[in-house]
T-cell receptor, first 113, second 104 residues
Framework: ETGVTQTPRHLVMGMTNKKSLKCEQH?????MYWYKQSAKKPLELMFV???????ENNSVPSRFSPECPNSSHLFLHLHTLQPEDSALYLC????????????FGEGSRLTVL | GIQVEQSPPDLILQEGANSTLRCNFS?????LQWFHQNPWGQLINLFY???GTKQNGRLSATTVATERYSLLYISSSQTTDSGVYFC??????FGKGTSLLVTP
C-alpha cells in the first residue's frame, strides 16, 4: 500500500468508447502525474499537475484528457483511442513537482480493441 | 532534459549471487530514486537517495552526486528480486531499466 490508489486495475475498451481512469492519493501531496508504459518500453511522462494546475503536457494526443479537481484526485479521460494506446497507465504523486519522493499507484492496464 | 542511463540492460543471476546495478545521469541532481517494478507492473520504492549511502536489508544504494552516478547493490539475491529496476532523476527522467532474472 503506497497511499496512491488507481481504478480500474484492468480496462478493455473499443476504439469508439469513452472511459476514465481514476487516481486518488492519501499522502497530502500537491503534485500528481500520469505516466504511460508500453510493453518493453520505459516510462513516459504524460501530464503533471501541481495544486490542480497542469504544469506539463508532453505532447500527448488530445484523445487523452486529464482532469485534476483537487490535489488528491486525478483522472484520465479516454476517448476514440487506438490499439497502440494499449499500455499500463501509472499514476504517481509527490510533495511538489520534482520535489520529494515519488509514490506510484498499482497501475491501470488498458487494452484497446 | 537530464539523460539517465542504466546498466546493464539485462542480468541473469543464480539465487544467492550478488549484483550491482548502475545509473549514470548527465547533470547535477538533488532528487534520485530507485524503483523495482514487479511482474504485475507495480513500481515499488526502494530508495530515495539524492546523495550518500542507504541500506535496507539485502539492498543498499550509493549516490555520488558530484560524479553523477548511483549504484544499487543486491546481495544474496532471491527469485522474488526478479523484475525491472528503474532509476529516476526527478519525476521527469527515468532510465530504461535493468531487467533482472534470478533463477533457483
Amino acid at each position: 500500500e503506497t497511499g496512491v490508489t488507481q481504478t480500474p486495475r484492468h480496462l478493455v475498451m473499443g476504439m469508439t468508447n469513452k472511459k476514465s481512469l481514476k487516481c486518488e492519493q492519501h499522502l497530502g501531496h500537491n503534485a500528481m502525474y500520469w505516466y504511460k508504459q508500453s510493453a518493453k518500453k520505459p516510462l513516459e511522462l504524460m501530464f503533471v499537475y501541481n495544486f490542480k494546475e497542469q504544469t506539463e503536457n508532453n505532447s500527448v494526443p488530445s484523445r487523452f484528457s486529464p482532469e485534476c479537481p483537487n490535489s488528491s484526485h486525478l483522472f484520465l479521460h479516454l476517448h476514440t483511442l487506438q490499439p497502440e494506446d494499449s499500455a499500463l497507465y501509472l499514476c504517481a504523486s509527490s510533495q511538489g513537482p520534482n520535489t520529494g519522493e515519488l509514490f506510484f499507484g498499482e497501475g491501470s492496464r488498458l487494452t484497446v480493441l | 532534459g537530464i539523460q539517465v542511463e542504466q546498466s546493464p540492460p539485462d542480468l541473469i543471476l543464480q539465487e544467492g549471487a550478488n549484483s550491482t546495478l548502475r545509473c549514470n545521469f548527465s547533470d547535477s541532481v538533488n532528487n534520485l530514486q530507485w524503483f523495482h517494478q514487479n511482474p504485475w507492473g507495480q513500481l515499488i520504492n526502494l530508495f530515495y537517495i539524492p546523495s550518500g549511502t542507504k541500506q535496507n536489508g539485502r539492498l543498499s544504494a550509493t549516490t555520488v552526486a558530484t560524479e553523477r552516478y548511483s549504484l544499487l547493490y543486491i546481495s544474496s539475491s532471491q527469485t522474488t528480486d526478479s523484475g525491472v529496476y528503474f532509476c529516476a532523476v526527478y519525476a521527469l527522467n527515468f532510465g530504461k531499466g535493468t531487467s533482472l532474472l534470478v533463477t533457483p
